[in-house]
């Protein structure tokens, strides 16, 4: 069974930064995603869930990130480690969220998280003032 963990959530004063990991399990097949589309999503309490970075794989990885992040998020995986991070810096208390890593069968570009089958727990940033 496919497993998504995530792990370096906590709380932070407004202005510093965090970097999220999400490490990847791979199933009986040896799947990990390594050639799939994955991304980050939030969700604030009340919320809809948002995605804030996508990577796809193309040779390398290409990512791309949703309008609202204004160059503060930065998504990176590893290849070999299936592992994946999300760089967040200057944080405010608007980035306040449960953080999710998911990843899906195609490697195509989707923001939706309904095109995404497979979810970590989640792990909590909060940001205070």
């Known amino acids: 069974q496919v497993r998504l963990a995530e792990s370096g959530g906590g709380l932070v004063q407004t202005g510093n930064s965090l970097t999220l990991s999400c490490n990847v399990s791979?199933?009986?097949?040896?799947?990990?995603?390594?050639?799939?589309?994955m991304a980050w999503f939030r969700q604030a309490p009340g919320k809809a869930r948002e995605c804030v970075a996508l990577?796809?794989?193309?040779?390398?990885?290409?990512?791309y990130y949703s309008d609202s992040k204004d160059g503060r998020f930065t998504t990176s995986r590893d290849f070999t480690k299936s592992t994946m991070w999300l760089q967040m810096n200057n944080l405010t208390p608007d980035d306040t969220a449960v953080y999710y890593c998911?990843?899906?069968?195609?490697?195509?570009?989707?923001?939706?998280?309904?095109?995404?089958?497979?979810w970590g727990q989640g792990t909590q940033v909060t940001v205070s003032s």
């Open positions: 998911a990843g899906r069968e195609l490697n195509s570009k989707t923001y939706y998280p309904a095109d995404y089958q497979y």
């Open positions: 990577s796809l794989y193309g040779g390398g990885y290409y990512t």
């Open positions: 791979g199933d009986a097949s040896g799947r990990t995603f390594s050639q799939s589309a």
